[in-house]
T-cell receptor, first 113, second 114 residues
Framework: AAGVIQSPRHLIKEKRETATLKCYPI?????VYWYQQGPGQDPQFLIS???????DKGSIPDRFSAQQFSDYHSELNMSSLELGDSALYFC???FGGGGYGYTFGSGTRLTVV | AQSVTQPDIHITVSEGASLELRCNYS??????LFWYVQSPGQGLQLLLK??????LVQGIKGFEAEFKRSQSSFNLRKPSVHWSDAAEYFC????????????FGTGTRLTIIP
């Protein structure tokens, strides 16, 4: 069965650089969620999109932006990277809301040096 | 707003012993409850989920969880743990409307001793 695909798997950036993370949801899933998980932390919700429109927003820094495209894939853009942005970034997708379950990707590990 | 509490930050059990990980949630409507497991540096794997119906749900790897509305709990259990069960376990709550996000607890780290 198709899963949620995230790319890249690993990313190393320097401070003040920009990073773009991509997420390809399961086909026919209409909602994408982004989470950030710092070392030893639980996943923190950043932002979600339903049918290409932002549906909810969590603790996402102003330096970050995201969008969902016409093919339902989503990109998380992170600018002016800081050391504290080093984390595992997960994308999840669902259909018709959480009632049908959420499927997580394997994550992108971002290291800022 | 929904919230999840996992009171135990770290639990150590002997291999072959039984296990119970606690999870309490706060949610104003009917919750959808999940348990995920995460090995170091890895992604989140769904163990089981509760939406409705039978309050005792079976999951993968021999895990089960029981939904108790009166106690706002969704504890995870396994009768006999294996060394490979050592990992971080997250309880999460979602909803059935509005494309509601998942809210995670802070996790319980499980260590297995021989």
């Amino acid at each position: 069965a198709a899963g949620v695909i995230q790319s890249p798997r690993h990313l190393i950036k320097e401070k003040r650089e920009t990073a773009t993370l991509k997420c390809y949801p399961i086909p026919r899933h209409d909602t994408v969620y982004w989470y950030q998980q710092g070392p030893g932390q639980d996943p923190q919700f950043l932002i979600s999109f339903y049918e290409k429109m932002q549906s909810d927003k969590g603790s996402i820094p102003d330096r970050f932006s995201a969008q969902q495209f016409s093919d339902y894939h989503s990109e998380l853009n992170m600018s002016s990277l800081e050391l504290g942005d080093s984390a595992l970034y997960f994308c999840a997708s669902s259909f018709g809301g959480g009632g049908y379950g959420y499927t997580f990707g394997s994550g992108t590990r971002l290291t800022v040096v | 707003a929904q919230s999840v509490t996992q009171p135990d930050i770290h639990i150590t059990v002997s291999e072959g012993a039984s296990l119970e990980l606690r999870c309490n949630y706060s949610y104003g409507a009917t919750p959808y409850l999940f348990w995920y497991v995460q090995s170091p540096g890895q992604g989140l794997q769904l163990l089981l989920k509760y939406f409705s119906g039978d309050t005792l749900v079976q999951g993968i790897k021999g895990f089960e969880a029981e939904f108790k509305r009166s106690q706002s709990s969704f504890n995870l259990r396994k009768p006999s743990v294996h060394w490979s069960d050592a990992a971080e376990y997250f309880c999460a709550v979602g909803a059935d409307f509005g494309n509601e996000k998942l809210t995670f607890g802070t996790g319980t780290r499980l260590t297995i001793i021989p």
